[in-house]
């Protein structure tokens, strides 16, 4: 009873001051729609808009690259009109565009010879991965266009070897025919690649055609920031350790019947509640305004946030306890919030990093937290997957709760 | 003089201090190492070294009569088992789409090609249609992103051959002859060289389809310099602001420990006192701007930029991070409050200042972020940063460096009079 007397005073202590609890909340919240925005969520055409400045005018072979290019799934060519060279440059540099495809003049006409060496260029900012996936599908339409001219190229020998054609101008009229059939062919071609997914995130195909889903998209943003303000919520509560002990208040606490045991957990059990009490919020925010489908497995999800909010709670009593005042116990909040979460891939994804950063990212909770999360909300599994995931989240628990109390003083 | 003395002393206490070290050059340092390191995957000697992708692939294809015992699905296993595609793909074969697939969900691998039935049938027939398909760990973009690109590159060939087939045959009969199947087949089997020839000139590293020109051109930093630099320059906002604003904090403490009070009752006016303190913030910053602009430079190798437009936009980041502090500070009733709102404020802040470093899937979405990011002190000094990094000068940062040093003017006066009526 003690022990809850004990954390009911710090949790009212947190609550009292309502900018602390504005930004335990509201911060949280707004870093989810932020980032769920930002990878793509509430826009209508998520395709990747690519510029296209078409210098070989009202050529057959240039449409039909645009053509090509406007049945793509993943890019959304807009012509740029009137601009040169620095301002596309400055468009792709500043993120207007991912990036830009400048069809030169004389295209049509290098194409159609039988070398076909002619090549559109595109201006790219190479350290953006949403560049680098525009270039994939700019290239693709342009080998389709590529592939049409040879197309048309081998029909003409074709009839050219059995009947021969009258004249030069029927047989560029037969050619240009030939090319306009494959051109329209490459719009919908008989053998295709379609992408599933498995999980409880399950794009549908016209969604997966558009890139992405919305609740996809939060639920990636989701689980990281989740766990990632889990440790920035210490930074209060593993405050009110330092502030008691500063001011003698626990050690006159040791002058009552309450026990030394009873302190620690007391104070224990209030970061615990308040780092639940903030995921619940952030569960409850992702499911009913971004549909992150958390509650398909609610009691695999209620097994990672337990075991999360108590490794949690051990490093804000292992940080209240080394923490010789208030700045120190910010500071050292804040540093194992952004090195954890950087290393465990909240900001990331360690998919994206080499291999040995993979391995050294599993070594923190961090990572192990956001598997478990995404195991239910994006991989779509079940009780089983959250298991190991927990038993790494409780073994780090362990060994933080086990510092905090062998190393805690009351003076 | 009396100013100076202030700000020396409050220099000299957070010198002695190991976690004033820690935090304002320590982290900073560590955090861009970290993201040295996690860039590394995609951006090793300034290429793109991408991390290898665990496929599993199914080939439920059977080649026809029609083939003459060809099969296209096994052409596309070999393909991705292939040494050339080693450094990129880790191929294991499945028996049956469901082991494929159980594969995926057990994150053994990241994705599952299943090549259909009907895929041999489809290359060759006149009506088939056919759709190889990749089950993906939702959780992963940059692998199944790869092995798309891939599997289509090799399918495009594929259908490329039937569609040139289907075009001699149909503009043929147009013209009323007719294409025999051995004329058919020659047609095919030129298309399938022409579309291997291209992707032999891939293989050679040359893009015989597109010239690629990078923003900055050809002499640019390396790539992955140039990523760290863009996020150390976020990084650095972010910890100059909180340096700026835990430091402002010594004011409240002082308030605390009764000092300050003591000093109002000294000859040495108000605004002297307070003035010493933005002294000492201002110190500091300049401190830990010029320490991590020359060890990252000497490290890295980071080009923040040449030495007159980086000592104004110096001037203008450490003029707005320190009177930004002060005003939060002034705000802050104790510094028990300090503690979270600081902390959690600044983090806020620093994080929508750099939100453009993590948008990576949408460049709409970057235009809202960019224009967002002003609204916050930090965005100014992020995009100022940013400026110079990709090469800007003086003529770029001037106006930036104008709005920061105006609004460092309003904070500062703001904090300034809420101290005054604090302390009256």
């Not at chain 1, 005018?57 to 290019?69: C, D, N, P, Q």
């Not at chain 2, 390191?37 to 300034?46: D, E």
């Not at chain 2, 991070?321 to 104790?334: E, N, Q």
């Not at chain 2, 106006?399 to 009256?424: P, S």
Request: aromatic residues 8%; charged residues 15%.
């Amino acid at each position: 009873m003690r022990v809850i007397d004990l954390a009911l005073k710090d949790l009212s202590q947190l609550l009292r001051d309502w900018k602390s609890a504005l930004f335990l909340v509201a911060m949280p919240i707004v870093f989810t729609t932020m980032f769920s925005f930002l990878f793509g969520g509430g826009q209508e055409d998520m395709r990747l808009p690519v510029g296209v400045w078409n210098q070989d005018g009202g050529s057959v072979l240039s449409i039909g690259l645009m053509e090509l290019m406007q049945v793509s799934g993943v890019i959304r060519p807009q012509l740029l009109e009137e601009k040169g060279a620095s301002d596309i440059e400055r468009m792709v540099r500043n993120e207007d565009l991912a990036a830009a495809v400048i069809i030169p003049a004389g295209y049509d006409d290098l194409l159609r010879l039988p070398s076909g060496d002619a090549r559109v260029t595109v201006v790219l900012d190479e350290a953006s991965t949403a560049a680098i996936t525009a270039q994939n599908e700019i290239q693709a339409a342009v080998a389709r266009v590529s592939g049409a001219v040879q197309a048309a190229h081998l029909s003409t020998e074709a009839f050219e070897g059995q009947a021969g054609f009258a004249d030069e101008a029927a047989k560029r009229q037969f050619f240009d025919e030939a090319l306009a059939q494959a051109i329209t062919a490459w719009q919908d071609p008989p053998l295709t690649v379609t992408t599933t997914q498995s999980g409880a995130i399950a794009v549908a195909p016209e969604e997966e055609e558009d890139g992405g889903s919305d609740s996809g998209n939060a639920a990636h943003s989701s689980a990281g920031i989740m766990v990632q303000f889990a440790i920035a919520g210490l930074i209060g509560a593993a405050e009110i350790l330092v502030v008691e002990r500063k001011t003698k208040a626990l050690q006159r606490l040791l002058t009552t019947a309450i026990s030394r045991v009873e302190i620690i957990l007391g104070h224990f059990l209030a970061m615990l509640i308040m780092i639940l009490g903030q995921m619940v919020i952030l569960v409850a925010f992702g499911q009913l305004v971004f549909g992150v489908d958390y509650l398909r497995e609610p009691l695999a999800i209620l097994l990672v946030m337990l075991a999360l909010a108590l490794w949690t709670a051990s490093l804000g009593l292992l940080i209240g306890t080394l923490a010789k005042n208030e700045e120190q116990s910010t500071m050292l909040s804040l540093m194992l919030m952004f090195v954890l979460a950087g290393l465990g891939g909240a900001w990331i994804p360690l998919e994206f990093t080499p291999k040995a950063f993979q391995t050294v990212g599993h070594l923190t909770p961090t990572a192990w937290a956001i598997d478990g999360l995404e195991n239910v909300i994006v991989r779509g599994l079940g009780l089983q997957s959250v298991l190991l995931p927990c038993a790494v989240l409780l073994g780090f628990a362990v060994v933080c709760f086990g510092l905090g109390v062998w190393r805690f003083k009351f003076e | 003089m009396k100013t100076l003395d202030i700000a020396l002393k409050d220099l000299l206490r957070a010198a002695r201090s190991a976690f004033f070290w820690v935090f304002a050059f320590g982290v900073p340092f560590l955090t861009a190492v970290l993201f040295y390191f996690a860039f590394g995957g995609l951006a090793g000697q300034g290429d793109f070294d991408l991390p290898k992708t665990a496929i599993a692939v199914v080939n439920l294809d059977e080649p026809t009569a029609l083939s003459g015992g060809f099969s296209a699905g096994q052409m596309l296993v070999d393909f991705l088992s292939s040494d050339e595609l080693g450094q990129l793909l880790q191929v294991t074969v499945a028996d049956d789409a469901a082991g494929a697939r159980a594969a995926v969900d057990n994150q053994q691998v990241g994705v599952a090609v299943i090549i259909p039935a009907g895929l041999t049938t489809a290359a060759f027939g006149s009506q088939e249609r056919a759709a190889i398909e990749l089950y993906q760990d939702p959780t992963l973009t940059l692998g199944p992103s790869i092995v798309k690109g891939i599997v289509s590159q090799l399918v495009d060939g594929f259908a490329g051959s039937k569609i040139a087939v289907d075009v001699a045959r149909e503009q043929l009969a147009g013209q009323g002859a007719t294409a025999g199947p051995v004329a058919l087949q020659n047609i095919a089997m030129q298309y399938g060289q022409w579309s291997a020839q291209l992707g032999e000139g891939f293989e050679e590293g040359a893009n015989p389809l597109l010239d690629i020109r990078p923003i900055g051109g050809e002499e640019g930093p390396d790539l992955r310099i140039r990523i760290i630099s863009q996020v150390l320059a976020g990084m650095m906002v972010f910890y100059v602001f909180t340096t700026a604003a835990n430091s402002a904090i010594s004011i409240l403490q002082e308030e605390e420990a009764g000092t300050l009070p003591r000093l109002f009752t000294t000859p040495t006016p108000q605004s002297n006192i307070l003035g010493g303190k933005f002294l000492y913030i201002f110190f500091t910053l300049v401190i830990q701007i010029v320490v991590l602009v020359v060890v990252t430079g000497l490290i890295f190798g980071i080009d923040w930029g040449t030495p007159l437009p980086v000592a104004v936009v110096t001037l203008a980041v450490v003029v707005l991070a320190a009177s930004f502090g002060l005003f939060v500070a002034s705000l802050l009733k104790d510094t028990r409050q300090g503690g979270i709102v600081i902390g959690g404020g600044m983090t806020m802040l620093g994080m929508v200042a750099m939100a453009r470093t993590f948008g990576v899937a949408s460049p709409d979405a970057m235009g809202v972020v960019n224009v967002i990011s002003l609204f916050v002190p930090h965005g100014w000094a992020v995009r100022a940063w940013q400026e110079l990094l990709t090469g800007g000068g003086l003529s770029d940062i001037w106006w930036i460096a104008l709005v920061m040093l105006a609004l460092g003017g309003l904070f500062f006066t703001f904090g300034l009079l809420r101290f005054r009526r604090r302390f009256a």
